[in-house]
């Protein structure tokens, strides 16, 4: 608190307490904005206007013009008077003990100020000074600021100050929106623009003027023109090292030359029109050359090709949102025509309700499904984007909640981990990457008037800046900085594609394995690359959790002391968070649950691929059901022969061992091997469904791995091991072969080379290898 600003607060509300219109202040001794506010009406009253407001705009600086001219020691108005000395005791200077009374000392506070202000040295105040004064700008250096930064602020009022439209800018040290916008005005009073036609603006004159009057080089001096001056000072306020001296020497070119290659400009060393833009607005020059692109739409091929003949190497799309994300088989074509990918995962995201740390989760978990579906690498940087103009006071509020949200949402995804990128403002993007919530920053350059925009330096690090749209394509053009970490396609495993069936069960796989993963993450100890075996359990659940497949793929809770424990913990977790099965993998085509048991026997015991022999890898699969086939001869085989028994039973429309289970059994092996082998189920569904998507060639595909037969000419390790499993040493002697076979269910050596003959003969016709 300050006892003279206390005071000052008390004499403004005893002067003009009962004015229609003054609002009365707290006499609390701390400056702020409702003190300045109040200080504004004052004046306000006593200049004869009648509606009162907080700001100090054109026509209150007329009525002072024309009813004051210049505040002086010879000036008679009491009101006024003590108006200027509240407001030299807010500013930190002294207002002298007697308000209303113009002393010297009063004198000596406004020549400081005046001084401080790059102004004339002189004790008296005009128009432009009394609106500056009722603001809380500082004429000293504060927290942040710099010398330089403060000599060119005191400079462009020095220069400009006459011309009428003209406000004066702090001179604090600190580049800010005020000041950039002064001076903007500066520049076009260079250009020759009359003060009613200067704006402020980066507009089609002001650029004009500049290609044609503002180019500066090596050897550049000031003249009528302050061009060279200008130019360093728009070096400074980007926080390049110079000294504005009016001449264009190397300490300005080697800056430049810097500048130019931190923007990705011709780096020339020369101020030509590319660089002032740069300089000035965050778009820069929008029509420059550029190697980004980003869209809404889907990318067809003759879109493809054209914007890569167009130049454009790096593409951002959406991962979410079914009317703009990524379509099926659009990576596959974006890639081939040599494109790398930036995703983005934008649901709204236009306005503050939308910044919260749930919403921030369930976007975070919502863009680690989908990555992982679309077989994005891991440490890929998706971009979450701030798409409004945020304030600097939300940073540390919901910008932060949100970003711990999207986080903890992306962590789920353990087996694959992202990082977050953020497309915000310059100043936004860059307090929250320093703030290390985000790992990337993609400008919103597009948006100058955006605050966050305005006076702020581009972030050290950026990765992408947007800066044009092109409307009638709906396409945004982005510049791409070297440091860029896009997403390549040799670095995808891309996803099955060719059918909506295995495109969507690909996605529920991904959600069930980072459920899995998030599960398995709650529980210190327990290896996250268990996760796909959780889903297959889960996926047991109802159908293959008997007595017998609990012996044959126990529950790992089943295990001893805590270990045990935790996994029951998470396995309990993720049931409650799936849901039910039967909700589960609605896509699939087939029988899931065997698939699902089939695979986990194969991740516990193995796959034995080219083994002669029945194994315990193939005890939940093939192996099984051909036993539990042969099982029924007796009730369904009535009148056939074997071979007819076989050929009709083995793939058939029913029996134990249909259709539907041959490729539960193909396809689950097929599963299993990959992930007993350590690739996580997600990416093992991806290889599998790649390398074979449709019946025939899963069949295929799981004959050539597991017996390694490509035709009729190679099926003796089929042959043999079909032949072990009726015969041979059995491998699990907790569950004997009996219990699927039956007691009387074994073939005589006639029936046995039937199974043999007819089934290797059926398997190979199914998947087209006969």
Not at 419 to 429: F, S
Not at 539 to 563: F, H, I
Not at 653 to 664: E, K, P, Q, V, W
Not at 696 to 724: M, Y
Request: hydrophobic letters at 40%; aromatic letters at 10%.
């Amino acid at each position: 608190m300050d006892i003279w600003v206390q005071k000052a607060q008390a004499w403004l509300n005893s002067r003009y307490r009962n004015v229609s219109g003054y609002q009365t202040i707290a006499e609390d001794g701390v400056t702020g904005w409702g003190t300045m506010y109040a200080l504004t009406r004052a004046l306000q009253h006593e200049l004869g206007i009648t509606a009162l407001s907080n700001n100090f705009g054109d026509g209150t600086s007329a009525a002072f013009s024309s009813k004051i001219g210049t505040l002086s020691p010879s000036t008679k108005n009491v009101g006024v008077v003590g108006i200027l000395q509240c407001a030299l005791w807010c500013k930190g200077y002294s207002g002298d003990v007697e308000f209303g009374k113009w002393t010297s000392v009063v004198t000596s506070s406004v020549a400081s100020i005046n001084t401080q202000l790059g102004l004339r040295s002189d004790g008296t105040v005009n128009a432009k000074l009394m609106r500056s004064l009722l603001t809380l700008d500082a004429y000293v250096i504060v927290g942040g600021g710099t010398d330089p930064v403060r000599r060119a602020q005191q400079w462009i009022n020095g220069r400009y100050a006459a011309h009428s439209t003209y406000r004066l800018v702090p001179c604090d040290g600190l580049y800010s929106r005020d000041v950039q916008y002064g001076f903007m005005f500066g520049i076009q009073f260079e250009l020759g623009m009359a003060d009613s036609v200067a704006n402020g603006n980066f507009g089609p004159g002001t650029q004009s003027g500049l290609k044609t009057q503002a180019s500066v080089a090596a050897g550049s001096v000031d003249g009528a023109k302050a061009w060279v001056s200008l130019f360093q000072i728009a070096l400074l306020f980007n926080g390049f090292s110079v000294t504005r001296n009016g001449t264009f020497d190397e300490k300005t070119r080697t800056a430049t030359t810097s500048f130019q290659q931190f923007l990705l400009l011709d780096a020339h060393g020369r101020g030509d029109f590319d660089t002032w833009a740069a300089l000035l607005v965050s778009t820069g020059n929008p029509n420059r050359a550029v190697t980004g692109i980003d869209t809404t739409t889907k990318v067809t091929q003759e879109l493809a090709t054209q914007l890569r003949s167009e130049g454009y190497t790096v593409i951002g799309r959406y991962l979410t949102v079914e009317a703009k994300s990524i379509a099926r088989g659009e990576l596959e074509r974006l890639f081939a025509a040599g494109f790398s990918l930036i995703p983005i995962m934008q649901n709204y995201n236009n306005a503050a309700q939308y910044f919260t740390y749930e919403i921030g989760y369930t976007q975070g978990y919502q863009a680690a499904m989908r990555a992982r579906q679309l077989g994005l690498p891991r440490d890929s940087v998706i971009f979450f984007p701030v798409d409004y103009d945020a304030f600097a006071t939300e940073v540390d509020g919901i910008l932060k909640n949100y970003f711990a949200g999207v986080r903890a949402g992306l962590d789920l995804s353990v087996n694959v981990p992202y990082r977050v990128g953020i497309y915000a403002t310059r100043y936004i993007a860059d307090r929250v990457y320093r703030s290390g919530w985000a790992d990337a920053i993609w400008v919103s350059g597009m948006s100058t008037g955006y605050s966050g925009n305005l006076a702020y330096p581009m972030p050290q690090g950026w990765s992408y800046n947007q800066i044009q749209e092109l409307h009638d394509r709906n396409l945004d053009r982005n510049a791409v900085s070297p440091s860029a970490q896009p997403v390549r396609g040799s670095e995808v495993a891309l996803p099955p594609s060719y059918n909506e069936v295995v495109w969507k069960t690909s996605f529920e796989f991904t959600r069930l394995s980072v459920l899995a993963e998030r599960a398995l993450s709650r529980q210190p100890l327990l290896p996250p690359n268990k996760a796909g075996q959780m889903v297959l359990w889960y996926l047991q659940t109802g159908e293959y959790d008997d007595k017998m497949w609990t012996v044959y793929t126990p529950l790992p809770e089943t295990s001893a002391g805590v270990y045990g424990e935790k996994w029951g913990l998470a396995r309990g977790d993720l049931y409650l968070d799936a849901g039910p099965v039967s909700e589960s993998l609605t896509s699939f085509d087939g029988d899931i649950q065997h698939l699902a048991a089939t695979a986990n026997g194969v991740c516990i015991w193995g796959d034995s691929a080219g083994a002669r022999t029945g194994t315990a890898g193939d005890l939940g699969g093939w192996s099984a059901d051909l036993l539990t086939m042969w099982a029924d001869y007796g009730s369904l085989g009535v009148g056939k022969t074997a071979d007819e028994y076989v050929t009709e039973y083995l793939g058939g429309t029913s029996g134990r061992f249909s259709y539907d289970d041959l490729l539960a059994d193909a396809e689950g092996w097929l599963l299993g091997r990959r992930m007993h082998a350590g690739t996580n189920l997600v990416d093992a569904h991806r290889a599998v469904r790649s390398a074979a998507h449709d019946d025939t060639s899963i069949l295929r595909l799981f004959l050539q791995e597991r017996f390694a037969v490509t035709s009729e000419a190679t099926t003796d390790i089929l042959k043999a091991a079909i032949r072990d499993v009726f015969v041979g040493p059995w491998p699990i002697s907790s569950l004997p072969r009996t219990v699927f076979l039956g007691l009387d269910g074994s073939p005589d050596q006639k029936q046995l080379q039937s199974i043999v003959d007819s089934g290797s003969a059926k398997l190979l016709r199914m998947a087209g290898l006969a």
